[in-house]
């Protein structure tokens, strides 16, 4: 019995043996496919970037986005300013043809004044002719159809009107119409005044257009027409 049990624990040994040999012969097996594969089988370590080349890029993208702010900032800057130049300029253009065209507006009311308070009744022609060049609208309407009875009271009261002083002064208006006020001070003679020359003082609210280059009185109104004083 013991020579049975011998027997039978050899071949466990053998056995294991063979195992342990066909073990060794696959890991070889294995270990030489593996080293059959090459270099590609191996992965590739990833890529490190350090810390310096990490800020230098920041830094670059930084600077670049820094260039567009500015870049950008400069073109809205010089939008504005050039915008700003350019409203001050049609302003001060405007203002200027504002105060130029008062001036002319408040010549041509200084000029129409005499016209319309200087007159003769023996020459009645020249003054209506004078009164109507000068006239437009409104007014140049109702001088003219007027104009027959007006003719025939100066006629008949044998008046003489001469102007001594005119003062004008432009009260509101732009560069197409204006209104002017109009003082005019006069020296009046007539049946009424027995032939003797009585100062009066006439004023008045001229509304001036322009039209075809020159200002024409387009309206008047006289709320203080002071009588000749005896």
């Not at 004078?130 to 007006?150: C, M, R, Y």
């Amino acid at each position: 019995m013991s020579e049975r049990t011998s027997n039978t624990a050899d071949n466990e040994i053998d056995n294991a043996d063979v195992s342990e040999s066909e073990a060794t012969v696959s890991l070889g097996k294995d270990d030489d496919a593996a080293a059959d594969k090459g270099p590609e089988s191996t992965p590739a370590p990833a890529e490190v970037k350090s810390p310096v080349a990490e800020r230098l890029t920041l830094l670059r993208a930084s600077a670049k986005r820094g260039r567009i702010a500015y870049r950008c900032a400069a073109a809205v800057l010089f939008a504005a300013v050039a915008a700003s130049s350019v409203f001050f300029y049609l302003q001060n253009k405007d203002n200027k043809a504002i105060v130029t065209a008062h001036e002319d507006a408040r010549r041509a009311a200084c000029q129409y004044a005499p016209v319309l308070a200087d007159y003769d009744a023996k020459n009645l022609d020249k003054y209506f002719a004078g009164v109507l060049d000068g006239a437009t609208g409104d007014w140049k309407k109702q001088f003219d159809s007027t104009s027959k009875e007006l003719r025939e009271v100066l006629t008949q009261g044998e008046v003489v009107s001469k102007v001594d002083d005119v003062q004008c002064a432009i009260k509101s208006g732009d560069t197409e119409s204006a209104e002017a006020i109009v003082v005019i001070g006069q020296t009046i003679t007539s049946m009424g005044t027995q032939g003797k020359p009585a100062p009066g003082q006439l004023s008045m609210v001229m509304r001036l257009e322009q039209v075809d280059g020159r200002w024409l009185v387009g309206k008047v109104n006289s709320p203080l027409a002071a009588p000749p004083r005896s």
